[in-house]
T-cell receptor
Framework: KAGVTQTPRYLIKTRGQQVTLSCSPI?????VSWYQQTPGQGLQFLFE???????NKGNFPGRFSGRQFSNSRSEMNVSTLELGDSALYLC?????????????FGPGTRLLVL | GNSVTQMEGPVTLSEEAFLTINCTYT??????LFWYVQYPGEGLQLLLK?????DKGSNKGFEATYRKETTSFHLEKGSVQVSDSAVYFC???????????FGTGTRLLVSP
């Protein structure tokens, strides 16, 4: 089974721009979660989608948003980028709903904001 | 709220040494516990997990036992290899929620 894939792997943007990151979950997984990893704050939960609905949201400003499509693929968007948004963005999928809580991660998208 | 505390690194060992990375947690109810590993430039890989008290997760020579009485999930390996050099994250997830709570990570450096 193919793993979680994320595109692009690397991005360089400037302050004020917006960015869209994409995540394709493991086939059959309907839950997709997003995390931000930075040296200062570690791994922090952004949000989780299940069947196209956002079920949980972390403590991030409204500039961070996401969505999920009917095929379970997910995108996250960050508008009005700030220097502090530079991070590794990780997507994880799980088959939650079948009593399986384990989340499997993709390789991440590394975003650099200049 | 839920939280995970890991020992600070880096942990520096010689090849074939015994490894312990301490992890304790605070959570309501009965969380599931995980160890993830991150190699340089990569995402997180699931190393092992345990879903209830006294469960032992194991994989690739690594083991961890879910100890509810001490709220701990310490990672151990009897003989580390250079290829085990990575950052290890302890994490928990509360039943019914798809939100992993991570520790700060522990960097392991193994020298030949």
């Amino acid at each position: 089974k193919a793993g979680v894939t994320q595109t692009p792997r690397y991005l360089i943007k400037t302050r004020g721009q917006q960015v869209t990151l994409s995540c394709s979950p493991i086939s059959g997984h309907r839950s997709v979660s997003w995390y931000q990893q930075t040296p200062g704050q570690g791994l922090q939960f952004l949000f989780e989608y299940f069947s196209e609905t956002q079920r949980n949201k972390g403590n991030f400003p409204g500039r961070f948003s996401g969505r999920q499509f009917s095929n379970s693929r997910s995108e996250m968007n960050v508008s009005t980028l700030e220097l502090g948004d530079s991070a590794l963005y990780l997507c994880a999928s799980s088959s939650w709903g079948t009593r399986e809580e384990t989340q499997y991660f993709g390789p991440g998208t590394r975003l650099l904001v200049l | 709220g839920n939280s995970v505390t890991q020992m600070e690194g880096p942990v520096t060992l010689s090849e074939e040494a015994f490894l312990t990375i301490n992890c304790t947690y605070t959570a309501t109810g009965y969380p599931s516990l995980f160890w993830y590993v991150q190699y340089p430039g990569e995402g997180l890989q699931l190393l092992l997990k345990a879903t209830k008290a006294d469960d032992k997760g194991s994989n690739k020579g690594f083991e961890a036992t879910y100890r509810k009485e001490t709220t701990s999930f310490h990672l151990e390996k009897g003989s580390v290899q250079v290829s085990d050099s990575a950052v290890y994250f302890c994490a928990l997830i509360s039943a019914g929620f798809q939100k992993l709570v991570f520790g700060t990570g522990t960097r392991l450096l193994v020298s030949p």
